[in-house]
């Protein structure tokens, strides 16, 4: 066996040991339920950090509800469509990130009764109450930064835009007449 034979054969052994804990951490049957759940979680984490319950009209308060209640079933189709490709890709970066011994000590531990409810249930930490508690006030926080980005990106762009006139134009689909016109 030559030596670029060896590499390969050592990369598809690699793979198949990735894939196996990729399949003991989201087993197929579940697997859905699992990322819909931790949907779930961020999106009441996200509810809670925005303060939704705290909207003071309840016509602004209802719509704001009915987004976030409406979520779950519109990323799903998205999710199923991706979590394939997901899966597919977490598998090869465990290839990236561990050795092939290493993923096969992984993979004897991922066999073991704690090592597959570790692997099945790590995400699922994200909604533990502590885990939700500390979310929701770095959401918070995260975003306050990024509304005070926000704006004073979009001051920067309506200065920008005022000093350059004919980027505004462009970008509105118009065109500026040359000097020459």
């Not at 040991?17 to 951490?25: D, F, G, N, S, T």
């Not at 090869?92 to 099945?120: C, K, M, N, V, W």
């Not at 995400?123 to 926000?150: C, H, S, T, W």
């Amino acid at each position: 066996m030559t030596a670029a034979e060896s590499t390969r054969h050592s990369d598809a052994t690699a793979l198949e040991q990735a894939q196996a804990i990729v399949r003991i951490m989201f087993p197929p049957e579940t697997r859905e339920q699992t990322f819909a759940k931790t949907i779930d979680d961020m999106l009441g984490q996200f509810r809670r950090a925005m303060k939704v319950d705290s909207v003071p009209d309840a016509g602004l308060r209802k719509m704001l509800n009915d987004q976030f209640d409406a979520m779950p079933g519109l990323l799903m189709p998205t999710v199923r469509e991706y979590l394939p490709q997901i899966l597919d890709a977490t598998a090869l970066a465990y290839t990236h990130e561990y050795s092939l011994d290493e993923l096969r000590h992984i993979r004897a531990f991922a066999e073991t009764p704690a090592g597959s409810r570790y692997l099945q249930t790590s995400m699922k930490l994200l909604g533990d109450p502590a885990v939700a508690k500390v979310n929701e006030a770095y959401l918070e926080a995260i975003q306050k930064v990024q509304l005070a980005e926000r704006e004073r990106m979009q001051a920067e762009i309506v200065d920008y835009l005022k000093k350059h006139p004919d980027v505004a134009a462009k970008l509105q689909g118009n065109r500026v007449p040359s000097s020459n016109e």
